[in-house]
Structures are given as structure tokens and as C-alpha cells.
């Protein structure tokens, strides 16, 4: 069984930096794309960053400059660097990754997510 686990959240003053990570787990078979999405209360789940298996990435407009994506392909970890956090970044932070899995002679691609880390910028 896949499972993606998030640590790092947490409650940072405004201007701050955090860093999010996602490791998953389980009979992998390959990693593609891996992703960090955010909902916050009231809004619906958005995209913040994305990583393709050979690092190209892709960040929503609103943490360009700001935000980092990378990942340890050996380690199956992405990692979010957030910096300059503002308090509209507030939001739970969820990992997401397009995992293929081989079973008795199958290939079986799924996007798993992380069960969400809380992300607070407050003062």
C-alpha cells in the first residue's frame, strides 16, 4: 500500500520561511509528476508548485519568487520552500504524486495525496 506522509507545517510570523516535506512509501514502482496543492477555509483546493520526474517545475502565480519545489528521487521526498510567507498563504498544504505501482505483472499508475499539513502566517 502507497502512502504519502507530510511533515513541517506549522505557525510562522509573517515574512517567514518554512519547509514542507512529502515522502511516500509503499512497493513504488516509479514516480512521475509530484506537486504540492493548498485549500484554504472557504476556498476551494488550488495548485501551488509541481516537479516532473526530471525537474522541470511549474508554480502557481501567486508564489512565484517565493515558493521552491524540488525532490530526492532516490529518497521518493518532495520538498516546498516557503519563503517571504504572507498570511493569505495561510492553508492546509497537501502533497500529491502520480505513483505507478506493478502488481502481478501490471503497471498500476494512481495520484495519491498526503493527508495535509496546516500552514499558519500570523503575527
Known amino acids: 500500500q502507497v502512502q504519502l506522509v507530510e511533515s513541517g507545517g506549522g505557525l510562522v510570523q509573517p515574512g517567514g520561511s518554512l519547509r514542507l516535506s512529502c515522502a511516500a512509501s509503499g512497493i513504488i514502482f516509479s514516480i512521475n509528476a509530484m506537486g504540492w496543492y493548498r485549500q484554504a477555509p472557504g476556498k476551494e483546493r488550488e495548485l501551488v508548485a509541481t516537479?516532473?520526474?526530471?525537474?522541470?517545475?511549474n508554480y502557481a502565480d501567486s508564489v512565484k519568487g517565493r515558493f521552491t519545489i524540488s525532490r530526492d528521487n532516490a529518497k521518493n521526498t518532495v520538498y516546498l520552500q516557503m519563503s517571504s510567507l504572507k498570511p493569505e498563504d495561510t492553508a492546509v498544504y497537501y502533497c500529491?504524486?502520480?505513483?505507478?505501482?506493478?502488481?502481478?505483472?501490471?503497471?498500476?499508475?494512481?495520484?495519491?495525496w498526503g493527508q495535509g499539513t496546516q500552514v499558519t502566517v500570523s503575527s
Open positions: 516537479i516532473t520526474a526530471v525537474g522541470s517545475t
Open positions: 500529491n504524486a502520480d505513483i505507478i505501482t506493478h502488481y502481478s505483472g501490471k503497471y498500476y499508475p494512481y495520484p495519491y
